[in-house]
């Protein structure tokens, strides 16, 4: 594809003015801090390495200023948007981006990324509204078939816990989640300054890369309840911890290289996995 068919937005108001004319004060009900600064919104698109006719989604545009820098990349943009106030706001943009923008009046809750994209593979770039960040996060991980990576915007200490490691205050059970079923990279920090209004916290950029598609449905959930009982006292050994699984706890943990005495946060990412394979396949006698 050739730079020249990218759309010009140069006619397009500045994101403030857009921002002043529709009235768009950010909805605390909704999760809304709006980035402005183009410098920061191109480097959230150049994360993505080159869009040249990539299909991308993203979830919460507001006035369109990663829109914008989606467009300008050379991405066909997918707009989930469910504030009407923005869904106006952006019919400009829309217009400007001559076919290239397609604009979604609706909950990304109540969206299927696959569906939506008709079976053609996509990525996902996006400043996620705070209050549905991690559930989308999660569903997306776990139920999307077609998606290649995502960048991922959210508080700080989110992505802290999607990155950590063992051993550290922040490792848990989205760590583990996320890393199992994704490459995660942590990719920038941004201060609150940057947001419009400015959140209470600062944010950053995540990368992550599935790496199984689809994803086992038996394993996730041997998974999910393992860290469950494994996390909900971490500071528990797993011979304690672990109990409400209503296994062998000596079994499970035979051959593993994990100590009875061992806690959920010394073990690792690839253990867990092994751990939540057994659960399904070896059936460990009830003790």
Request: proline share 6%.
């Amino acid at each position: 594809m050739s730079i020249s068919s990218f759309p010009d937005l140069s006619g397009l108001p500045r994101l403030k003015e857009t921002i002043r004319r529709h009235g768009l004060d950010a909805d605390k009900r909704l999760g809304q801090h709006f980035l402005l600064d183009p410098s920061i919104l191109a480097a959230i698109a150049g994360s993505a390495g080159d869009l040249s006719g990539c299909r991308v989604i993203e979830v919460g545009p507001g006035p369109g200023g990663l829109t914008r820098a989606l467009l300008e990349a050379g991405a066909r943009v997918v707009a989930i948007e469910r504030d009407p106030r923005c869904v106006r706001a952006l019919g400009e943009l829309v217009a400007a981006a001559a076919g290239r923008l397609e604009l979604v009046e609706a909950d990304a809750l109540r969206i299927d990324p696959d569906g939506l994209c008709g079976g053609e593979s996509y990525r996902i770039v996006a400043n996620l509204p705070y209050n549905v960040g991690n559930e989308l996060l999660v569903r997306w991980i776990v139920g999307a078939r077609q998606l290649v990576d995502m960048r991922l915007m959210f508080q700080r200490e989110v992505v802290d816990r999607i990155c950590a490691q063992p051993r550290s205050a922040a490792y848990g059970r989205l760590s583990i989640l996320c890393q199992t079923f994704c490459d995660v990279r942590r990719m920038m920090d941004l201060p609150a300054g940057a947001f419009h209004p400015p959140p209470k916290v600062r944010s950053a950029l995540v990368a992550l890369t599935p790496r199984h598609h689809p994803v086992n449905d038996v394993f996730r959930r041997s998974l999910e309840r393992l860290t469950a009982a494994a996390f909900q006292q971490r500071r528990k050994m797993l011979r304690s911890s672990l109990k409400p699984l209503g296994v062998d706890i000596d079994r499970l943990l035979d051959g593993t290289g994990i100590a009875p005495t061992a806690r959920a946060e010394e073990v690792d990412v690839e253990r867990f996995g092994l751990l939540a394979r057994r659960l399904v396949s070896d059936r460990p006698q009830v003790s």
